[in-house]
């Protein structure tokens, strides 16, 4: 019998576990942004939760938990508060990672491929995490079901996420949930290309 699953709002001192699901769910997106190793981005995305960092920040973030331990993380928000939760990370960014380096992450974060993440009339999964050892357990369709009910209290009738092109499990996982593709970006990195998906609730 799968045990049950407990979601809580996260906090400040989630921050370490946090960064791991966080940079899982980025993978290639967060070196490429960062243009550090592994180690080093995490330590980093650590620090971003712990200061509520907009986009990385606890205040929108969900810990799951089996029997009091961690097993997965979910970032979400409502589509029309991506623009200014993008603009509240910078000034983290450089505390954080110093000027030059923050300068680098938001030019590249910028001429990322693709167009806008989503839209106002949708509730937005920015980063989903379930530890591997904890996968293929459901952890993360309840967590995307956990951001259908956080969508429905917000009046939206739309889920939405970015999958990468390379990510055909997650993708399997999504369209089986009903998330459908609306949009595919392709780009020169092909780990930077992605689809777009949307499920109407």
Known sequence: ???????????????????SMIYLSMEHLADHLFQQNKDVIEAAIAQLFARDAGRFGYRIAFIAEVEGQHVGLLIASRGDRIDRLNLETAPHLVAVLGLTK????????????GGREAYKDEFYVGNLGVL????????????????????????????????GGYNTNARRLYERIGYQVV???EAEKAELGYHRMVKVL
């Open 102 to 113: 923050a300068l680098g992450f938001i030019r590249r974060g910028i001429r990322l491929p």
């Open 183 to 185: 949009e595919t970006v």
């Open 1 to 19: 019998m799968t045990p049950t699953l407990q979601i809580r709002a996260a906090q400040p001192t989630d921050a370490t576990f946090a960064a």
């Open 132 to 163: 591997p050892s904890m996968q293929g357990r459901s952890f993360g369709s309840q967590l995307l079901a956990y951001a259908e009910k956080l969508a429905c209290e917000n009046n939206l009738k739309k889920c939405s996420l970015i999958v």
